[in-house]
């Protein structure tokens, strides 16, 4: 039986993008069925007390190293964005938007391939609605949306449920209830999909 895959994300993140790019493949070796799940990172480390790997300077450059093996194993089209870390509370809201107006797998490749393929300030309003337009989307439709007070709630909402699931971080796995940090883990994501959880003598 095909199982679901919910995939917590935030634009910012560069391994939420990698696993954003890989995830397709998983999907159509395993049969399993994608579930989105929006959240605002920076609510998430404020929740938890964590913060962004880049804000340590011992973590920071192995963590880019790491990032940039996994983008050449996997020949992802990458540009460490030069304007990291980006406040990404706008294009959350829009991906909120983008759910309810039924078009969030087009937003999110938009963003994500400005954010890091193109290294775009997505931070910018006129650099997100030339990004949106490109991709035949309305900034101006979700640029207004993105200021009802109903959408920011539902952010919020959003992630104030990740972090009461046990979420610290981008990206984050479930499948069923069984969680996995990281796009580093995606073997283990697949195995799971396909019924083995090596947690299962727990």
Known sequence: MA??????FDYGSPNAYLAHIRLPAILERTS???????????GVFQATGNAS?????LKAPNGRRDLLRFVGKYRVPFRMNPHFPVNTLKLMRGAVVAEAEGFL????DAVFAGMWRDGLDMSAD??????????GLDPRLIAARMSEEAIKEKLKTYTAAAVARGVFGAPTFFVEDEMFF???RLDFVEDALNGRSYLAAE
Request: charged share 30%; no cysteine.
């Open 105 to 108: 797998d087009r937003y999110s």
């Open 32 to 42: 399993a069925r994608l579930i989105p799940r929006i959240m605002l990172l920076g």
């Open 182 to 184: 990281g796009q580093d």
């Open 53 to 57: 790997p880049a804000a340590n300077k």
């Open 126 to 135: 006129e650099v997100i609605a030339g990004v949106l337009r490109d991709a």
């Open 3 to 8: 199982r679901d895959l919910e995939f917590y």
